[in-house]
């Protein structure tokens, strides 16, 4: 397909333990963004890639959090020692230009 | 503290009136965008303006930096139109940090 997708959909863990959320940005786009947006809640910025430049990573609530971006094209964000204000639903969004394409969102639940 | 602040909170139309959403923040901009979140949660991007004015099919975007406003219109509304939207601004240098608004439920009844 020609979107952005993302992995896995849902996702349920147990508080404590670390998640790895992927993103696979449309072929081409140079800027990848993620953002989460919680129950009830607006979305919220956590890090941005733009090319080979260092990540904007003002947007990370915590050290906890941790992204990378290999090979300019797909993204992990890793939550580690997960909390459950984490739950929410991550979304990626990439683009090349001005029009950010979102993906569908990895729904994140922590008991 | 930068902030985007959208209005109304909610709006129900009925089919074919002409709609506007409202968004103010509270400094300088480099860009804002207009977003559309429909009911499964898919987010698309209607717009992205730093001045004047955009259209595309029944929509409108439009901003005044001067008095810190934007405006979403929506020409001849239809209930497939039913959605989320909502504003987020650029502050500062990056183009990622986007400070997003709250959002607008519109629910549009034929």
């Known amino acids: 397909g020609a979107g952005v997708s993302q992995s896995p959909s849902n996702k349920v863990t147990e508080k404590g333990k670390d998640v790895e959320l992927r993103c696979d940005p449309i072929s081409g786009h140079t800027a990848l963004y993620w953002y989460r947006q919680s129950l009830g809640q607006g979305l919220e910025f956590l890090i941005y890639f733009q090319g080979n430049s260092a990540p904007d990573k003002s947007g990370l609530p915590s050290d906890r959090f941790s992204a990378e971006r290999t090979g300019g094209s797909v993204s992990t964000l890793t939550i580690q020692r997960t909390q459950q204000e984490d739950s929410a639903v991550y979304l990626c969004a990439s683009s090349f230009f001005e029009t950010q394409y979102f993906g569908p969102g990895t729904r994140l639940l922590v008991l | ?110």
């Open chain 2, 1 to 110: 503290k930068n902030e985007v602040e959208q209005s109304p909170q909610n709006l129900t139309a009925q089919e074919g009136e002409f709609i506007t959403i409202n968004c103010s923040y509270s400094v300088g901009i480099s860009a804002l965008h207009w977003l559309q979140q429909h009911p499964g949660g898919g987010i698309v991007s209607l717009f992205m303006l730093s001045s004047g004015k955009k259209k595309h099919g029944r929509l409108i975007a439009t901003i005044n930096i001067q008095e810190k406003h934007s405006s979403l219109h929506i020409t001849a509304s239809h209930p497939r139109d039913s959605a989320v939207y909502i504003c987020a601004a650029h502050y500062g240098g990056s183009q990622g940090n986007l400070i997003f608004g709250k959002g607008t439920k519109l629910s549009v009844k034929p």
